[in-house]
T-cell receptor
């Protein structure tokens, strides 16, 4: 089983739609959770952190369910510019130091006119 | 000013050759990383250095040898290149205990022919 699993998509949605991505992780001792965005042929960039209490940043809402080891990302009112691959990222509890990002395979989103 | 810069951006080389990729960061971070993104777009950590010391060494063939002359530089040397080494290699940096300030370079696209 992969450490972080995501549906690869692609999710093709019309502009203005609401879309949700899910991610599960296997290491129950994981400490930090993020969503990253990667545009085609570019580097990954931090989109937002994920907390159990849920957090919102404009049209984006992220949620963590530690009991189910499940992370979600909701995008409301999709824009063409939201088209990208969304990467679920988990940082395990470390014993030797260093922030090892463990990535899911990514979910591809295509927003269409 | 580019925060994390990698050179070269593209590298095409023949099987069996030895090549190096260089990375420099001007963010004052104390920890640097190499990640590999394969043809299926899966991003996985290879190495991490903190203040020139190796702290993460994933299961990577010993043909790959990272070198950190100082905490602002982390180079990756690859001996006897194989077809399967073709991938995008991303350098990244952060402060050791800061999960949120991770910054990636723009990547080096390596093609082995």
């Amino acid at each position: 089983r992969k450490e972080v699993e995501q549906d690869p998509g692609p999710f093709n949605v019309p502009e203005g739609a609401t879309v949700a991505f899910n991610c599960t992780y296997s290491n129950s001792a994981s400490q930090s959770f993020f969503w990253y965005r990667q545009d085609c042929r570019k580097e990954p960039k931090l989109l937002m952190s994920v907390y159990s209490s849920g957090n919102e940043d404009g049209r984006f809402t992220a949620q963590l369910n530690r009991a189910s080891q499940y992370i979600s990302l909701l995008i409301r009112d999709s824009k063409l510019s939201d088209s990208a691959t969304y990467l679920c990222v988990v940082i395990p509890i470390l014993t030797g130091g260093g922030n090892k990002l463990t990535f899911g395979t990514g979910t591809q989103l295509k927003v269409e006119l | 000013d580019t925060a994390v810069s990698q050179t070269p951006k593209y590298l095409v080389t023949q099987m069996g050759n030895d090549k190096s990729i260089k990375c420099e960061q001007n963010l004052g971070h104390d920890t640097m990383y190499w990640y590999k993104q394969d043809s299926k777009k899966f991003l996985k950590i290879m190495f991490s250095y903190n203040n020139k010391e190796l702290i993460i060494n994933e299961t990577v063939p010993n043909r790959f040898s990272p070198k950190s002359p100082d905490k602002a530089h982390l180079n990756l040397h690859i001996n006897s290149l194989e077809l399967g080494d073709s991938a995008v290699y991303f350098c990244a940096s952060s402060h050791l205990l800061d999960n949120y300030g991770y910054t990636f370079g723009s990547g080096t696209r390596l093609t082995v022919v």
